[in-house]
């Protein structure tokens, strides 16, 4: 049913690298969202954009950035990763509405671990 | 502000039975969507149900309901004729009409057993 896409589904990196984390939608979503879960964990709001060009930081806050420079692509961008940035992140989108039965289609997730 | 409380870390369930998983919610927002979403150990996130706030009756999706008490601020999931294929975590959520985003729950980890 949901068509949005994450990549790499799986990441082991060095520290100090400088990675980005693909989110692709082919449903037309204007709303898209990054959220990071620790295993077993809440997930936490650390991305979201309304549409092109638009772009605002979650509640959690995080190093990484995005840009959403296409309707369906939403990336996410770590200069210089650490170990503290190990988690899973999860990419999601949704039909924007007036009302609050704004549905979130989500990715895979990428498991991301740093060394 | 939204906020989202799941008070079960952990629940095991026998095959078959039914089990409820509870949600209590906080919003000073008259409107607002609840949402119940489930992940399997492959860590996707699959939603299963949606509630508004000015529903008048319970959501039911299969063997999925909610049971929506708006007086208690409470929205919690059941499921009935537990299958071992239900063995996964699930999250509660909402979303204010004038929020831009989903605030989820500390999720419940629920074991079913054959």
């Known amino acids: 049913e949901a068509d949005i896409y994450q990549t790499p589904r799986y990441l082991v990196i060095g520290t100090g690298k400088k990675i980005t984390l693909e989110c692709s939608q082919t449903?037309?979503?204007?709303?898209m969202y990054w959220y990071q879960q620790d295993p077993g964990m809440e997930l936490h709001l650390i991305h979201y954009?309304?549409?092109?060009?638009?772009?605002e930081k979650g509640d959690l806050s995080s190093e990484s950035t995005v840009s959403r420079i296409r309707t369906e692509h939403f990336p996410l961008t770590l200069e210089s990763a650490r170990p503290s940035h190990t988690s899973q992140y999860l990419c999601?989108?949704?039909?924007?509405?007036?009302?609050?039965?704004?549905?979130?289609?989500f990715g895979s997730g990428t498991q991301l671990s740093v060394l | 502000a939204q906020k989202i409380t799941q008070t079960q870390p952990g629940m095991f369930v026998q095959e078959k039975e039914a089990v409820t998983l509870d949600c209590t919610y906080d919003?000073?927002?008259?409107?607002?969507?609840l949402f119940w979403y489930k992940q399997p150990s492959s860590g996707e996130m699959i939603f299963l149900i949606y509630?508004?706030?000015?529903?008048?009756q319970n959501a039911t999706e299969g063997r999925y309901s909610l049971n929506f008490q708006k007086a208690r601020k409470s929205a919690n999931l059941v499921i009935s004729a537990s299958q071992l294929g239900d063995s996964a975590m699930y999250f509660c959520a909402m979303r204010d009409r004038g929020a831009q985003k989903l605030v989820f729950g500390q999720g419940t980890r629920l074991t079913i057993n054959p």
């Open positions: 509630q508004g706030s000015y529903d008048q």
């Open positions: 954009s309304y549409g092109v060009n638009s772009t």
């Open positions: 919003t000073s927002d008259p409107s607002y969507g």
């Open positions: 999601a989108s949704s039909e924007y509405r007036e009302t609050a039965n704004e549905k979130l289609f």
């Open positions: 449903m037309g979503h204007d709303k």
